[in-house]
Each structure stands twice: as C-alpha cells, then as structure tokens.
T-cell receptor, first 113, second 113 residues
C-alpha cells in the first residue's frame, strides 16, 4: 500500500527565506511522486513530478524537489519565498501511472513580510 | 486551451436528496478522476474513468457513482446525501495513462444541510 506523510501542517517563513516542505512516502514499488499547490477557493495545480530518471526535479515558480530513495523522501524547496507562495501544498504518490493519487494531509505555507 | 471545468461551483442540498456534479475535461484528455476534499479526511480518491470505463475506484460507499460519456465529459452522482458528504469535489483530467500528469478543475463545493 502507498501512503504519504507531510511533516508539519503549518509552516511559516519570512519573505526571502528558504522554503522547505517535508514529504515522506511509503510504497511497495518505485513510486511516482508529485507536489501540488492549492490557492484559496481553487483547484490543485501541479508544481512538479518525479517519475523516473534524474532525482532532482525542477518545477514551476522556482520550486524543486529531490527524490531520495534511501530516505523515502521527496521534500519540496524554494530558495527564496515570495508572498505569493502562501498556499496549501500537497504531496502525492502513485504506484502506477494512470492510477489514483494518494495525497498527504497538506502543509499550509504562511509567508510573512 | 480551456482548462477543466466543473459545474455547478456551489451547491446546497438537504440530507436525503441526491446530487449530480459535472466535469468537462481538457480537450483531448480521455481520463477523468474525481476526488473528495474535506478538512478532516483531506483529499480522497473516488474513482477514475478512461474511455467511458471505470478503471479504478476508491473506498467510498455505493451511494457514490459516476460515469463518463463518449466525449470524455464525466458526471458523479451521490444519492441519499448525508451531512458528512459536505465537501469540495474535485475533478481532474489527464491525456492518457502515462506519467499521470493530472489537471484539476476548481471544484464543486457541496453543502448538505
């Protein structure tokens, strides 16, 4: 069975500071991993995904994530936070392409001036 | 290209009634998935359709059903509504079953009173 744990339901950073959102997964097979962002009253937007190949994945809006198999982690980072990054972030795992996404509980990112 | 559209955006129903939600995928996308989002349970997979066939189903009671039409548009139906069915229902579409890059709609906010 596949699952995702997001450490920290709320993360607060100062504008310009490093953003680090943690995600650990459990999967019996090589996983497909995703990060989505959700702004208030909107659907989810794909930030980045890992399927195969390079373990450092670059996404939109300056975000990136690194797949670490030995640590079963897929943490999301951004070097410098912007006020517009304030949103809910979800990590998700899928064991096969074309199958259901299992989401973590989400991390709410607050960016302070 | 137009994104995923969901109608209606907001809906208020009474316990015991039934409801039908609609989702129009991105043009050319053949896979449609449905998710329920609640504060307590987070994002949970309901079902996925591909070329009019239900390919995968989550752990929801039989009151939740769906279908997909030949033009890939999808509907989900919830019968005998319960208060706990109040949620944001998200629809996502993808081109096919490779790499599973899903695009989400804005959701339908269902309130059951």
């Amino acid at each position: 069975a596949q699952s995702v744990t997001q450490l920290g339901s709320h993360v607060s950073v100062s504008e310009g500071a490093l953003v680090l959102l943690r995600c650990n997964y459990s999967s019996s097979v090589p996983p497909y991993l995703f990060w989505y962002v959700q702004y208030p009253n909107q659907g989810l937007q794909l930030l980045l995904k890992y399927t195969t190949g390079a373990t450092l994945v670059k996404g939109i809006n300056g975000f990136e994530a690194e797949f670490k198999k030995s640590e079963t982690s897929f943490h999301l980072t951004k070097p410098s936070a912007h006020m517009s990054d304030a949103a809910e972030y979800f990590c998700a795992v899928s064991e096969n392409s074309g199958y259901a996404l299992n989401f973590g509980k989400g991390t709410s990112l607050l960016v302070t001036p | 290209k137009a994104g995923v559209t969901q109608t209606p955006r907001y809906l208020i129903k009474t316990r015991g009634q039934q409801v039908t939600l609609s989702c129009s995928p991105i043009s050319g996308h053949r896979s449609v998935s449905w998710y329920q989002q609640t504060p307590g349970q987070g994002l949970q997979f309901l079902f996925e359709y591909f070329s009019e066939t239900q390919r995968n189903k989550g752990n929801f009671p039989g009151r939740f059903s769906g279908r997909q039409f030949s033009n890939s548009r999808s509907e989900m139906n919830v019968s005998t509504l319960e208060l706990g069915d109040s949620a944001l229902y998200l629809c996502a579409s993808s081109l096919d079953n490779t790499y599973y890059e899903q695009y989400f709609g804005p959701g339908t906010r269902l309130t059951v009173t």
